[in-house]
C-alpha cells in the first residue's frame, strides 16, 4: 500500500488545515474544501526523502533534523500524552493512522526555490541515488526530475506568493 504525502502551498496555518481529513488534490466547495496548489507524492516524506533532496539542493550534509516540521492536524495539543490516553483512542482517531498535516520551514521554501533550473538533471540524479530509492532499479521514466521540477515550481509560487509549504500525509 504505502503513505501517500501531498505538498501544498497556503497562507497560514489555518488556512493549510481547513477540512484536514480531505485530501489536499480534490477541493470540494459544498465540503468547504478549498482548491489547492498540489505536488502529489507516495513515500516522499517530509523529513528523510525530501529532507535528502533539500540537503542535495542546498549543498549541505544530510541529518535527520535537516527538515523541522510543525505538526498542524491532528492537532499536537490534544494528543495522547501516555500509554493509557494511547490504548484509549477509537480506532479511527487521526493519531492512530492521519491524515496528518504539516508545515515547512521556511527555509525548506527557500533552498527548493532557488534551485536553478539548469541543475535539476543533476539534482534528479543525486536524489534517485539515495538507498530510500533502491527498490526502483532505474530512474528511466524521469519521475525524480519530474518530481524535483514539480517541487521547485510550487516552492517558487509559494515564496512569490508569500506563503508556506504544508504536507498533508494519509495513508
Not at 535527520?64 to 495539543?77: I, S
Not at 495522547?80 to 493512522?97: F, G, K, T, V
Not at 504539516?102 to 533550473?117: I, N, S, T
Request: include cysteine.
Amino acid at each position: 500500500m504505502g503513505v501517500f504525502y501531498e505538498y501544498y502551498r497556503a497562507a497560514d496555518r489555518a488556512a493549510a488545515a481547513v477540512q484536514p481529513e480531505h485530501s489536499r488534490v480534490i477541493s470540494d466547495a459544498t465540503r468547504g474544501v478549498p482548491e489547492f496548489d498540489v505536488v502529489e507524492t507516495k513515500w516522499i516524506d517530509p523529513e528523510v526523502i525530501l529532507g535528502q533532496l533539500v540537503a542535495f539542493a542546498g549543498e549541505v550534509d544530510f541529518s535527520v533534523g535537516l527538515v523541522e516540521t510543525v505538526d498542524l492536524y491532528p492537532p499536537p495539543e490534544g494528543a495522547p500524552r501516555n500509554a493509557e490516553e494511547w490504548d484509549a483512542l477509537p480506532e479511527d482517531s487521526p493519531y492512530m493512522e492521519g491524515p496528518g498535516i504539516v508545515e515547512l520551514p521556511v527555509d525548506v521554501r527557500d533552498v527548493l526555490a532557488d534551485v536553478d533550473h539548469a541543475c535539476l538533471p543533476t539534482l534528479a540524479e543525486q536524489w534517485a541515488a539515495i538507498e530510500e530509492f533502491s527498490n526502483f532499479t532505474n530512474d528511466d521514466d524521469g519521475y525524480t526530475l519530474s518530481l524535483i521540477t514539480d517541487l521547485v515550481g510550487l516552492a517558487r509560487r509559494a515564496r512569490e506568493n508569500g506563503q508556506l509549504l504544508y504536507c498533508w500525509m494519509s495513508l
